[in-house]
């Protein structure tokens, strides 16, 4: 089955770090670019980055330059996403999203990752 | 401020038609491919039309794109009570080297 599972809600404080995780089956990992979009309460999509699980290489929004990292694991073909000094405006669903074409077009989406960041 | 601008909402009534407008400009709509998302409430995004105007497998031909110069358009025929959800346009802006996406329409079927 071709799906995107991500991990679990967390709970955060006020300048901690989250790392979250999506997991790939069903498809050759390093066929397709893995991106991630943001989603706060009531908001719009909002583009966060990407990865090419070939090699690793990123791009990032400038927005969340120098607070976001991605990275993959090809043995378990998995992108993980590591926001730093989180605030309250990084309360949001998070989703892992492919696309396989590099033309920035997301047609298998992750089923999302709420993170509350709260003192 | 979204970089795409989208209605906020629209509304028809059951077996109508139903147009949703997306604009941008020349370094995103203007000169790459735009998809489009479909959201119920509580879900994730799902693709309902990438490079303007395809359909993935599985998504009826009552959805449609199109594109003209800075703007795009997705159009519903046969409205259902289950297309209900919100909207969202996407694509690449090439001088902001990001995706964006529209503030997202919601679609009332009354």
């Known amino acids: 089955q071709v799906r995107l599972v991500q991990s679990g809600a967390e709970v955060k404080k006020p300048g901690a770090s989250v790392m979250l995780s999506c997991k790939a089956s069903?498809?050759?990992?390093?066929?397709?670019?893995l991106h991630w979009v943001r989603q706060a309460p009531g908001q719009g999509l909002e583009w966060m980055g990407m990865i090419n699980p070939v090699g690793g290489s990123t791009s990032y929004a400038q927005k969340f330059q120098g607070r976001v990292a991605l990275t993959r694991d090809t043995s378990t073909s998995t992108v993980s996403m590591e926001l730093r000094s989180l605030t309250s405006d990084d309360t949001a669903v998070y989703y892992c999203?492919?696309?396989?074409?590099?033309?920035?077009?997301?047609?298998?989406w992750g089923q999302g990752t709420l993170v509350t960041v709260s003192s | 401020q979204s970089v795409l601008t989208q209605p906020p909402s629209v509304s028809a009534a059951p077996g109508q038609k139903v147009t949703i407008s997306c604009s941008g400009s020349s370094s995103n709509i203007g000169r790459n491919y735009v998809s489009w998302y479909q959201q119920p409430p509580g879900t994730a995004p799902r693709l309902l039309i990438f490079?303007?105007?395809r359909r993935p497998s599985g998504i009826p031909d009552r959805f449609s794109g199109s594109k003209s110069g800075t703007s795009v358009t997705l159009g519903i025929t046969g409205l259902q009570t289950g297309d209900e959800a919100d909207y969202y346009c996407g694509t690449w802006d090439s001088s902001l080297s990001a995706v964006v996406f529209g503030g997202g329409t919601k679609l009332t079927v009354l």
């Open positions: 069903g498809y050759i990992f390093t066929s397709c670019y």
């Open positions: 490079e303007n105007n």
């Open positions: 999203a492919r696309d396989c074409t590099n033309l920035k077009w997301f047609d298998l």
